[in-house]
Each structure stands twice: as structure tokens, then as C-alpha cells.
T-cell receptor, first 116, second 112 residues
Framework: AQTVTQSQPEMSVQEAETVTLSCTYDTSESDYYLFWYKQPPSRQMILVIRQEAYKQQNATENRFSVNFQKAAKSFSLKISDSQLGDAAMYFCAYRSARGSQGNLIFGKGTKLSVKP | DSGVTQTPKHLITATGQRVTLRCSPRSGDLSVYWYQQSLDQGLQFLIQYYNGEERAKGNILERFSAQQFPDLHSELNLSSLELGDSALYFC???????????FGPGTRLTVT
């Protein structure tokens, strides 16, 4: 069974600085997708970024980028120029690319605080 | 706004009771997923439907059941409620099983 581990329950960053959130996963599959979701106090789950395992190039979305290390099964999220609105819970998630299920497997989350 | 709607937003009920949570997927989405978010278990997948048929089951208790109707909305039924069932229940939808999932705002269930 696949598992996702986020080893940092809480992180803090100064506004305008850069922070990296860690995520490791375990799978025997070769085809899969990885995601970072943001959950602000409103509780809404917001997709931040996604990475296809077959792509070597790391995904980037504006101030958000990932460092995907397939061999190490590591998938970290870097937030540049942190803003107060980035304060939220961040969840790393895995989804198989096979079969017809498609459910997400989540890590426990990292609570990010942004200091003004 | 993801386009996925969930009702009610909040639900407070007593132990032993039964409740129904409702989800309307985005227009055109055929697949619906239910997730439970609790403090001790985190975010867990419960069950998936695709075009009215059950497609996958996760950590769903026998006291819980779900269905997807012909108009594609889905309902999650929780019975014989226990204190530990208090959680945030999310519905997500996607065009097809391996497509992007869009989450609803969730239903906060409190069992007293």
C-alpha cells in the first residue's frame, strides 16, 4: 500500500522569505501523480501544484515549485516570497496513475505560519 | 469556488443518530469521492463512485454507506453515530477517475 509522510508538523517563515515543506512517499508503482494541497482556515482544499512521475522536470506555479526526486521518493514544496495569505495547512498527496480508482492518499499535513 | 457543493455546512447531532450528507459535483463530472478529515486520522479516503456505480472503497466503516444518483449527486449516510465520527467530510468530483479532483467546502459533523 502507498503511504505519504510529512515529517514537519509545523513550519514558520518570515514574510517575503522562502520556505520548503518536505514530503516523502512509499510506492512500488512507477506511474503516479503527486500533489500539494493548501487548506486555509476556511477549510477549503485548494490544489497548489501537481507533478507527474514520468516527467523529470519539476513543476512550477508562480511562487510555488517542487523538488521531485523519484529515486529518493521525495517531493518537497518550495514557496518563494512568502505572503501572509500563504499561512495554511499544506498536504502532500499521492495518486496512482493506474486502474480506474483515482483516490488521493494524503500525508498528515504541515501547518505553515507566516510572520509579518 | 470549485463548483462542487455540499450541504449542510454544519451538522450537530447526538450519538446513535443517523445523518445524510449531500454532494453535487461540478457540471459534467461523473466521478465523486468522499473523504473524512479528523484530528487523529487526518484526511482519509472513504468511497468513490463513477457514473452511479461504486468504484473503490477506502477506510469506510460498515455503519457508513453512500450512493450516487442518476443526476450524479451523491449522498453519504452515517448511522449509529459515535463521538469519534465527528469530523469534516469532504466531497470531491472529477470528470473521470484519473482526472483532476475538485473539492467541495466540506460538511462539519459534530456528534455530542
Amino acid at each position: 500500500a502507498q503511504t505519504v509522510t510529512q515529517s514537519q508538523p509545523e513550519m514558520s517563515v518570515q514574510e517575503a522569505e522562502t520556505v520548503t515543506l518536505s514530503c516523502t512517499y512509499d510506492t512500488s508503482e512507477s506511474d503516479y501523480y503527486l500533489f500539494w494541497y493548501k487548506q486555509p482556515p476556511s477549510r477549503q482544499m485548494i490544489l497548489v501544484i501537481r507533478q507527474e512521475a514520468y516527467k523529470q522536470q519539476n513543476a512550477t506555479e508562480n511562487r510555488f515549485s517542487v523538488n521531485f526526486q523519484k529515486a529518493a521518493k521525495s517531493f518537497s514544496l518550495k514557496i518563494s516570497d512568502s505572503q501572509l495569505g500563504d499561512a495554511a495547512m499544506y498536504f502532500c498527496a499521492y495518486r496512482s496513475a493506474r486502474g480506474s480508482q483515482g483516490n488521493l492518499i494524503f500525508g498528515k499535513g504541515t501547518k505553515l505560519s507566516v510572520k509579518p | 469556488d470549485s463548483g462542487v457543493t455540499q450541504t449542510p455546512k454544519h451538522l450537530i447531532t447526538a450519538t446513535g443518530q443517523r445523518v445524510t450528507l449531500r454532494c453535487s459535483p461540478r457540471s459534467g463530472d461523473l466521478s465523486v469521492y468522499w473523504y473524512q478529515q479528523s484530528l487523529d486520522q487526518g484526511l482519509q479516503f472513504l468511497i468513490q463512485y463513477y457514473n452511479g456505480e461504486e468504484r473503490a472503497k477506502g477506510n469506510i466503516l460498515e455503519r457508513f454507506s453512500a450512493q450516487q444518483f442518476p443526476d450524479l449527486h451523491s449522498e453519504l449516510n452515517l448511522s449509529s453515530l459515535e463521538l469519534g465520527d465527528s469530523a469534516l467530510y469532504f466531497c470531491a468530483s472529477s470528470e473521470a477517475p484519473l482526472y483532476e479532483q475538485y473539492f467541495g467546502p466540506g460538511t462539519r459533523l459534530t456528534v455530542t
